[in-house]
């Protein structure tokens, strides 16, 4: 009986797999034709070069010249990751900071708040749709993101004077000058990291909060000691999904310079491009990670 028994369950647990499987088989099929197998293509073509031939197309394996001829060939892509590693340091952690502030501010009780979380997170829908392109053509006469942040601000704040009166140190005010000069649209691209946060602010049990205010803290206190160590794992998640909007900004210059080589039919040159920048971009997101594991995860273990 007990045999009949072991026997029935392992058919039920062995059936529940293969409707598991069964079920994830589109999307490993997709993950393997649509993601895995590009991603390797891709890299394969950074060491090779494709050519039109009276056969078709024909790729040839040319090892590394195709990285020698961005980096030594095309001085300007040197420039052009070195200004695209920077706008990652300057838009991510001011993105980060609005999105934390409109969390708070949203995840209020009070009326009306499903109202202006729709209101905030409007941008996000716009900017998918033929909406933002015209916005971008009325707004300015150069379509750009930059041009479109310098029109929609109307020019109402000179910055520059009020950083230089507040006599900061020129690292930091060319620092927050950069970020203010593009502060519409980085506002814009805040929707998506502001509704992730509120969203981890509503994981927090009540019962931290009770204990908080039994103790006496402040709502400076209750911030630093109970939300934000409850908030590390969805910062960390904010901060990597901004680091991959920043870099596949369309505004992106080794973004639209591998997009000019694949239209020249140059395929290995732009995937060099794009391949040797996402390097970076893999170093940065490693170091993040290391800084959570060794700083935050051991501070407040579980916890973070």
């Not at 971009?281 to 407040?300: D, G, N, P, R, S």
Request: aromatic share 16%; proline share 3%; hydrophobic share 55%.
């Amino acid at each position: 009986m007990i045999c009949k028994v072991k026997h029935k369950n392992r058919s039920i647990k062995e059936l529940k797999e293969r409707y598991a499987y069964m079920f994830l088989s589109p999307w490993i099929f997709g993950m393997i034709v649509f993601f895995l197998f590009p991603i390797f293509n891709s890299i394969y073509l950074s060491f090779a070069k494709m050519s039109i031939g009276t056969e078709g197309v024909v790729t040839q394996f040319v090892g590394n010249i195709n990285y020698y001829k961005i980096l030594v060939t095309e001085p300007e892509y040197l420039d052009n990751v070195l200004l695209a590693l920077k706008n990652i340091f300057i838009s991510v952690p001011f993105i980060l900071v609005v999105s934390m502030v409109l969390a708070l501010l949203l995840n209020g009780n009070y009326k009306g708040r499903v109202f202006f979380r729709g209101l905030y997170f409007m941008p996000v829908i716009i900017a998918t749709g033929a909406v933002l392109q015209l916005f971008l053509t009325t707004a300015s006469t150069n379509a750009t993101e930059a041009a479109v942040s310098d029109a929609a601000g109307f020019n109402m704040i000179d910055f520059d004077a009020v950083l230089t009166g507040l006599k900061l140190p020129s690292s930091i005010e060319k620092y927050i000058s950069l970020a203010l000069s593009e502060i519409f649209m980085l506002v814009w691209q805040s929707g998506i990291q502001t509704i992730l946060i509120i969203a981890g602010l509503q994981s927090i049990p009540d019962l931290h909060y009770e204990v908080a205010r039994v103790e006496g803290a402040n709502a400076w206190e209750t911030f630093w000691f109970v939300t934000f160590p409850q908030l590390i794992r969805t910062m960390i998640l904010v901060i990597i999904f901004s680091i991959i909007d920043v870099c596949s900004a369309n505004t992106n210059e080794i973004i639209s310079a591998a997009y000019n080589k694949f239209n020249d039919i140059e395929y290995g040159v732009g995937s060099a491009m794009l391949w040797f920048y996402y390097l970076f971009v893999a170093i940065i997101m490693l170091l993040i990670f290391l800084i959570y594991q060794k700083v935050f995860v051991k501070k407040w273990g579980e916890s973070a």
